[in-house]
């Protein structure tokens, strides 16, 4: 609707994970690394943590895109809150869709987990398992199950574990995994995800902006640049929802930049309690 006014090719701020408005913040590359490492090196597990949308989800797609053929597959669990058994029997179904079995136990699932393991490990390959809101996993007494799942087909595979175990959650999961010692010494990484420090706010909102063919001087006053990190405490899925209800309003008001006004009038829209 307002592209046109500011001279965008696309939507800059959108939420949806797209490798071409991703952002290179040192916290993001630094876990990016460590996560390279863990699955490269066939350990066992890692951990990736923050807040809520500190960028975890685009971590996980950057990875995922990023990592060699031999590391497949991957795959990605985005609702845990299921009993143990249900679990395992979805990870199973995830990763080997060849099913033919008509009486399903846990007993003939876990079978199953270890023949495709070890058929990836005559292949040379190395499957990831990814377990998003993992901070749930305690609530469902499911750090268990997947700790004993690493032990599957271990001692016939190169690494640590025949696939790799990738936690990723809310600052809690952290602790709830350090409480669980066994799961815990499993850990070759644990990476939290910081806030954007003042200077990557603007880095960030330049490079959402000439990903869809602007300058941010262009469009933003720089007092507004700075004004933004300071509402946001630099997490990026809120400067995108400021950025990008900025740029409606500058464009129904017709303006030629956004200032400091447009931007604390956003916000305070945004944080206004709504009524039935």
């Not at 008509?102 to 987990?113: H, I, K, P």
């Not at 952290?174 to 799961?183: F, G, K, P, Q, T």
């Not at 309003?249 to 006004?261: M, Q």
């Amino acid at each position: 609707m307002y592209e046109e006014h500011w001279k965008l090719t696309g939507r800059p701020f959108e939420n949806r994970i797209d490798g071409q408005f991703y952002y290179p913040a040192e916290t993001h590359q630094a876990a990016l690394l460590k996560l390279h490492y863990a699955i490269e090196n066939r350990k066992s597990a890692a951990l990736l943590c923050g807040p809520g949308g500190i960028g975890k989800s685009l971590i996980v797609d950057t990875l995922s895109r990023q990592l060699a053929s031999e590391y497949r597959p991957v795959c990605h669990i985005v609702f845990p809150a299921m009993s143990s058994d249900q679990l395992i029997r979805y990870v199973v179904d995830q990763v080997d869709s060849d099913q033919t079995e008509r009486v399903r136990e846990t007993s003939s699932d876990l079978a199953r987990f270890e023949r495709f393991l070890r058929s990836s490990i005559e292949s040379e390959r190395h499957p990831v398992i990814v377990v998003d809101e993992a901070h749930l996993l305690e609530q469902y007494d499911l750090l268990e199950p997947l700790r004993l799942m690493l032990n599957i087909a271990a001692g016939e595979s190169q690494g640590e574990a025949a696939w790799t175990l990738v936690l990723v959650g809310q600052p809690t999961l952290l602790s709830h995994v350090e409480r669980y010692h066994a799961l815990d010494e499993r850990l070759a990484v644990k990476c939290m995800l910081n806030r954007l420090q003042p200077e990557e706010s603007t880095a960030y909102i330049q490079h959402r902006l000439r990903a869809a063919g602007v300058d941010a001087e262009d469009v933003f006053d720089y007092p507004a640049l700075e004004r933004i990190h300071v509402l946001t405490q630099g997490i990026p899925r809120r400067i995108n929802r400021l950025c990008d209800l900025a740029l409606m309003v500058g464009y129904a008001e017709d303006r030629s930049s956004i200032s400091t006004e447009v931007v604390d009038n956003v916000h305070e829209d945004l944080a206004a309690p709504s009524f039935a």
